[in-house]
């Protein structure tokens, strides 16, 4: 809003140009100066109409494309402006005031090249328009936002500001107009190279390649048509003179829990998170077909446990929770873990997805792995920026026998993910 003393001043200054300019034609007399007074003179009553037009009784709507999208697509936003008096305006700009989180660019893959200095999407221009209405009473304001981010973003402030032929009046106004706009998080194509798994007699621990070794031979049977030749069992088979395949005994996975940090411990971090978010994601939406239960845990402000075996609205819950969680400041990763990590029974896999690594986080880890519990963590983090001692910590829970899966930019910009877990 501009100044209330400013705009008083410009009032005075405008209606002394209109006594200057008539007290000159009184006393001075003649063609020329009842000229310039009669050529200035609607121009300066104009000016004191356009301080008294109430630009604040005109009616603004937003209208957005899609009100629910994915990261990394363009919406398209229409600003329409209904003037309640078709007062003349020589000129009106429109700033449409975004959101903090629609700061930067989401370039879907592409933008993990930036993973070691993520500022460096943070270009997006203003979206302002100078428009020359005149006398028309709709004025509308068409933009796109491409590669919006993800987020619940909530739009709020039009600014509108307009001016007189001469410059010597300008008045602004803020509308507000309440818009939302939910953004999911981008799906990832992802490949788990391998998991441990649990049959149902016993609880001796698997390791496999996803989509092989998916059951174990539980008998016999007569062959039928449309079995495999690879289930055959040729000794049965030459025994008793006839076809004979394997019956099997379908596997049945462990339980499994997600853990996602969402503390920061740098300012940097916020684009790692993003990573962290997407493969977390996506690690729960696959799991979900090859687990028994599977618990996901976002650490953040506060604590999400969403059990993701409780049918779709957990699903659902899922995406409202890591759409619009955020990266805050806050205590150790590793002192949050660690309370997670006593309620880890060993009939379950524990996958950490983090950005950070620390000793306090390796302790943990360590110990939960000396549970029997099966302990994976995905780490996330530059080439640039990982230091000698988190590679140190890498490389001694690898020894433990964790499994580990370092992301960097080189695995991120790729458009299909492999992951230890």
Do not use: C
Request: aromatic residues 10%; without cysteine; positive net charge.
């Amino acid at each position: 809003m501009l100044n209330p003393v400013r705009t008083m001043i410009r009032l005075l200054l405008v209606i002394l140009l209109v006594a200057v300019l008539f007290s000159y034609a009184m006393f001075q007399g003649g063609f020329v100066s009842w000229f310039l007074f009669f050529s200035f003179a609607p121009l300066l009553i104009y000016s004191i109409l356009m301080m008294i037009y109430p630009i604040h009784l005109s009616k603004i709507d937003r209208h957005l494309s899609k009100k629910y999208t994915q990261a990394g697509s363009t919406v398209e936003v229409t600003l329409s402006i209904n003037r309640l008096i078709p007062f003349p305006i020589p000129y009106v700009i429109i700033e449409d005031v975004l959101p903090d989180g629609l700061s930067w660019n989401d370039t879907r893959h592409r933008k993990y090249q930036f993973l070691k200095n993520p500022d460096a999407l943070k270009h997006r221009q203003k979206t302002k328009v100078v428009k020359f209405p005149l006398f028309k009473k709709k004025i509308t304001y068409k933009y796109e936002i491409t590669s919006i981010p993800r987020g619940k973003h909530s739009f709020s402030q039009v600014k509108f500001i307009t001016g007189d032929f001469l410059g010597l009046v300008k008045k602004e106004h803020h509308f507000d107009v309440a818009t939302q706009i939910f953004v999911e998080p981008r799906e990832v194509a992802m490949r788990v190279k391998s998991e441990r798994s649990a049959f149902e007699e016993g609880e001796q621990a698997s390791y496999q390649i996803t989509a092989k070794h998916t059951n174990v031979v539980s008998g016999v049977r007569d062959y039928a048509p449309g079995d495999k030749v690879s289930w055959v069992d040729w000794k049965t088979t030459a025994r008793k003179q006839k076809l004979v395949t394997k019956e099997f005994e379908q596997e049945k996975h462990k339980d499994l829990t997600i853990v996602l940090n969402g503390l920061s411990q740098g300012e940097d971090d916020w684009l790692a998170f993003e990573a962290s978010i997407e493969v977390a994601h996506a690690l729960a939406k696959q799991s979900m077909h090859e687990h028994g239960h599977v618990s996901f845990v976002a650490l953040g402000v506060d604590r999400e446990e969403i059990n993701l075996s409780q049918g779709q609205s957990q699903i659902d819950r899922l995406v409202r929770v890591l759409s619009e969680l955020k990266l805050v400041q806050g205590e150790s990763f590793g002192q949050r873990l660690m309370r997670e990590g006593l309620f880890v029974s060993n009939d379950r896999n524990l996958v950490v997805v983090t950005h950070t690594l620390d000793q306090q986080t390796w302790k943990t880890l360590h110990q939960v792995n000396l549970q029997d519990v099966s302990v994976s963590i995905i780490f996330i983090k530059s080439k640039a920026h990982i230091s000698t001692k988190e590679n140190q910590l890498l490389d001694r829970l690898k020894h433990e026998g964790i499994q580990v899966s370092w992301l960097s930019e080189d695995q991120l910009t790729s458009k299909f993910i492999e992951v230890n877990a």
